[in-house]
């Protein structure tokens, strides 16, 4: 329309004498079409505007939504860190003390403290045991005992026993066959937590070279099915092969073949067979 005005306006011959007030016309018709043009182009900022705002808040909807994946994803994964030198995995991403000696060391938090290895520089949690430890990978810790030290035996059912001492339980052996150690056993995990039974162990005369078999319990929980045909719990159940345990410590009993086949992947100590017993429990 400016182009017309001007081609008009170049093309009028106008005496302002004969045609009072043409020019102001003409300049008032510019000032609206220069308006017009100014308002359509605001409308189209405005349109851009909140394309922009919108397409900005869908942005922040996705990093909000890549965010918590990240969290999820940082909750469920597995931390790695090792006690008394076994490697031990948790979800958990923090800890307390007690809690890191209970439920990974399966020992009494009573008798225990923990401490945390960071090179040569030691950490003690001792009297510190119901603080939070923010848990990462790669972190090393190490139970230590409150309780008497007591004479060391470095193989055979003695060496077992005073290891299974050292984690609170009164192990002792038969009489008469001291490779037949029998303990009161507290079940941790699984459908069967929080009773007690009685275990029985035979114990190699060159432990730790060689790790007990699987453990006699008494009383009898499962159905007897002495073929392997079927995994545990309900496999490898025997009613007759605990004849000596049933004799010397009274009661029915039951032998599970469970041996412990990662004996020689793991340390050899009394720890990592009661940690095998742990797991028994946790899958009936």
Known sequence: MLDKLSIARANMHIDPRAYPGARERLDRMENIDELQQAEAHLIRAEAELETAQREEREALQDIEKAVHEIEET????????????????????????????????????????????????????????????????????????????PVSYTNGPAAFIEGLRAQGYEAQSLTGRPDHVVFNYQIETGRLAGQ?????????????????????????????????????????????????FEQGAGGDWQYWSRPCAEWGQRKKTVESYMWHIWRLWEAQ
């Not at 319990?217 to 007759?240: F, Q």
Request: aromatic residues 4%.
């Open 74 to 149: 940082k909750h469920h994964q597995e931390i790695e860190f090792t006690l008394d030198g076994e490697p031990e995995k948790t979800r958990a991403h923090h800890l307390t003390p007690n809690q890191i000696i209970i439920e990974y060391g399966h020992k009494d938090a009573k008798t225990h403290y923990l401490v945390e290895i960071k090179g040569t520089h030691k950490i003690s949690f001792q009297a510190k045991g119901d603080e939070e430890i923010k848990m990462h990978d790669c972190m090393n810790f190490q139970t230590v005992s409150t309780g008497p030290t």
């Open 196 to 244: 007690t039974v009685r275990m029985g162990l035979v114990i190699p005369a060159d432990f730790p070279n060689s790790t007990p078999s699987g453990p006699h319990v008494s009383p009898r929980l499962r159905e007897a099915h002495p073929g392997n045909d079927i995994s545990h719990p309900a496999g490898g159940v025997h009613n007759n092969q605990s004849g000596a």
